[in-house]
């Protein structure tokens, strides 16, 4: 059974910073693609971040320069430094772990239960 565990979230003020991590465990491919969506209220859930593997990464265009997302070379954990904080990032975040396409592996998605961050202005 996989599990996404997220810990970090929490309430700050706008301009602050955050640092969510998610701790993977369970039979997660060794080749997968980890990453952060979020959702607020009344929203569709969104991208924020994903990496890769081997380190490549993809930013939403709203968090770009703000955020940095990163991970462990080996164990299946995965982080979101959030910068410069805005109102507007507001919402629940959650982790996903998802196989890498082109080794054999059906792909799905593996959620975390979401954690909630909350920016006031």
């Known amino acids: 059974q996989v599990q996404l565990v997220e810990s970090g979230g929490g309430l700050v003020q706008a301009g602050g910073s955050l640092r969510l991590s998610c701790l993977g465990s369970g039979s997660i491919p060794r080749h997968n693609i980890m990453g952060w969506y979020r959702q607020a209220p009344g929203k569709q859930r969104e991208l924020v971040a994903t990496v890769t593997k081997g380190g490549n990464t993809n930013y939403a265009d709203s968090v770009k320069g703000r955020f940095t997302i990163s991970r462990e070379s080996v164990v299946n954990t995965v982080y979101l430094q959030m910068d410069s904080l805005k109102p507007e990032d507001t919402g629940v975040y959650y982790c996903?772990?998802?196989?890498?396409?082109?080794?054999?592996?059906?792909?799905?998605?593996?959620w975390g239960q979401g954690i909630q961050v909350t920016v006031s202005s």
């Open positions: 996903n772990a998802r196989p890498e396409a082109g080794f054999g592996y059906k792909i799905v998605d593996y």
